[in-house]
């Protein structure tokens, strides 16, 4: 069993922010891969189903991004696994609108949610950066994290959730650079 973490804030208030696109990437894998329904367990949503071959269980904590680590260590412990089966995707301000980067380990940004999560189990857990762009002064960062998508970026955000959604499978498999390279060739092509 594998344990894909989406990051975010629940409420129908924060649906749109930027920093909830990790709840947006697991909702557009449940869906396009047939998971089951949204129950709550951990402290958290969970949606179980299968990627291709692999069994999945889709958490989106619903602590608040700053306690997100003690529903993920929930998970893990009833599933008996490791961080080894842990995959965290969540906004990523260092990195361009749209683009996605894959990587293990590595430092926490100053991202609340992963900084949580390392507290529970340290930093070696895979994590699936989407990219939401910098601001461009630091003063502007929270109110660019903490705010909605312009309508101007749905359709391209569309795009890139289908494409992290279709691609899923090699991500499962555990090939990340071919999941990062597919997700950019449908890109390309929308």
């Known amino acids: 069993m594998q344990l894909w973490v989406g990051l975010g804030n629940p409420g129908v208030q924060y649906a749109l922010h930027r920093h909830n696109v990790?709840?947006?990437?697991?909702?557009?894998?449940?869906?396009?891969?047939?998971?089951?329904?949204?129950?709550?367990?951990?402290?958290?949503?969970?949606?179980?189903?299968?990627?291709?071959?692999?069994?999945?269980?889709?958490?989106?904590?619903?602590?608040?991004?700053?306690?997100?680590?003690?529903?993920?260590?929930?998970?893990?412990?009833?599933?008996?696994?490791?961080e080894t089966a842990l995959t965290v995707f969540h906004d990523e301000l260092d990195l361009a609108p749209m683009k996605v980067k894959v990587r293990t380990g590595g430092g926490l940004a100053g991202h609340n949610g992963l900084r949580s999560i390392n507290a529970s189990l340290g930093p070696d857990f895979r994590r699936v950066r989407i990219g939401i762009g910098h601001p461009g002064h630091k003063d502007r960062v929270t109110g660019h994290v903490l705010g909605n998508y312009a309508k101007s970026e749905i359709e391209p955000l569309s795009d890139l959730l289908g494409a992290i959604a279709a691609e899923a499978e090699w991500l499962a498999a555990g090939d990340d650079t071919r999941f990062m390279n597919d997700v950019a060739m449908r890109l390309q092509d929308s």
């Open 22 to 82: 990790g709840f947006m990437a697991l909702d557009a894998i449940a869906e396009i891969h047939d998971f089951g329904p949204w129950s709550k367990k951990f402290r958290s949503l969970v949606s179980e189903g299968r990627v291709g071959r692999h069994r999945l269980l889709l958490v989106k904590p619903q602590t608040y991004m700053n306690d997100s680590g003690d529903a993920v260590q929930q998970a893990l412990r009833f599933y008996k696994a490791d």
